[in-house]
């Protein structure tokens, strides 16, 4: 038996002797898809992490993800596997940041993208995913709302909903990854592929949004694939998307936008430092548990659930 396949067994056995489930995000390593109870987008998992009866969670995804999880879960053990993967785009919003906008914006709502700390989350009256976000902001009874840290994303949501005024809280947030993607890759890789079309993650730019034949959340990119009368897709997202669409969608063929031979910029940093050996280290000695103050994992539990409530 090889290492991996070794790792692998171990985790499963590990899972049932502690009533222990794997949320793992779609960008995750092929070999921690496979030890995964669920895999999926972060709407999706948050959705999961709030349904599950286990004692234990591990969450293979980034350390905003296990806050969330938690926050929803106060009752149970939520584990991530490095405490110190983080996201660009969470470290772009704090605080204190905001308070200043809802002081200038007093009757604006906050809607934040789940890509954000806890602490921010706190003080957000919705908060959204790449796949709700433009259905929320279309939804609310307001005409200029308070929206971050993703200024891509706002952009994309601004394009689809003209008559209301987004606000973006900062100005200037953006993902590492989805940041590097331009209208001349996309020609480049048209050229490259040219049966090929185009399905974009909203955290790109409106250039590469504009240029794209689907844009949406990376479980929209599977479902859209899935259902699609195309069978070659570039794909503009991290580059884990492509083993995700590859396993969901094994009939048809996926090639990334920007690979890493090209540019490290391809795969997130964050999303990278979660490998197989630290999950199962996380699940054997039960670290690294993920603490959220009560106060706060409230505060954003109830703004969660009211965005679901919304989505209904
Ligand atoms: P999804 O919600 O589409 O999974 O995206 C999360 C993310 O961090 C994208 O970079
Ligand atoms: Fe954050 Fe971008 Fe990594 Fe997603 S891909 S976790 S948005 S840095």
Redesign the pocket.
């Known amino acids: 038996m090889g290492k991996i396949e070794e790792i692998i067994n171990q985790i499963k056995r590990l899972k049932k002797e502690k009533n222990a489930i794997i949320l793992g995000h779609n960008?995750m390593d092929y070999s921690i898809q496979l030890v995964s109870d669920f895999t999926g987008d972060s709407y999706d998992l948050a959705l999961k992490a709030m349904k599950t009866n286990t004692d234990i969670i591990v969450f293979a995804g980034?350390y905003f993800m296990a806050e969330q999880a938690s926050a929803l879960n106060p009752d149970k053990k939520v584990l991530s596997p490095d405490p110190n993967a983080g996201?660009?785009?969470?470290d772009s919003l704090d605080v204190k940041t905001l308070k200043q906008y809802k002081e200038m914006y007093p009757h604006a709502p906050i809607v934040l993208y789940i890509?954000t700390s806890i602490y921010v989350k706190a003080l957000a009256d919705y908060i959204v995913t790449s796949s709700t976000a433009v259905k929320v902001v279309q939804k609310l009874n307001a005409n200029t709302i308070l929206f971050g840290p993703d200024a891509n994303l706002a952009n994309y949501i601004q394009q689809k909903v003209p008559h209301k005024r987004i606000i973006k809280v900062p100005p200037n947030g953006r993902?590492?990854?989805?940041a590097n993607y331009t209208r001349q890759l996309v020609e480049l890789a048209r050229r490259k592929y040219p049966n090929a079309i185009l399905i974009s993650h909203p955290?790109s730019p409106l250039e590469v949004l504009e240029a794209s034949d689907f844009v949406g959340s990376t479980n929209q990119m599977i479902q859209y694939a899935k259902q699609s009368p195309y069978n070659e897709f570039i794909v503009a997202t991290?580059i884990g998307m492509i083993n995700a669409l590859q396993i969901n969608v094994p009939n048809k063929r996926f090639y990334p936008l920007v690979t890493t031979e090209a540019c490290a910029c391809a795969r997130?940093p964050?999303?990278n430092m979660i490998t197989l050996e630290k999950v199962k280290k996380s699940l054997e000695e039960e670290i690294y548990e993920v603490k959220v103050p009560q106060e706060i994992a409230q505060k954003a539990k109830e703004a969660f659930e009211r965005t679901v409530k919304l989505l209904e």
């Open positions: 960008y980034v996201c660009s785009l969470s890509n993902c590492v990854v989805h955290e991290e997130c964050y999303m």
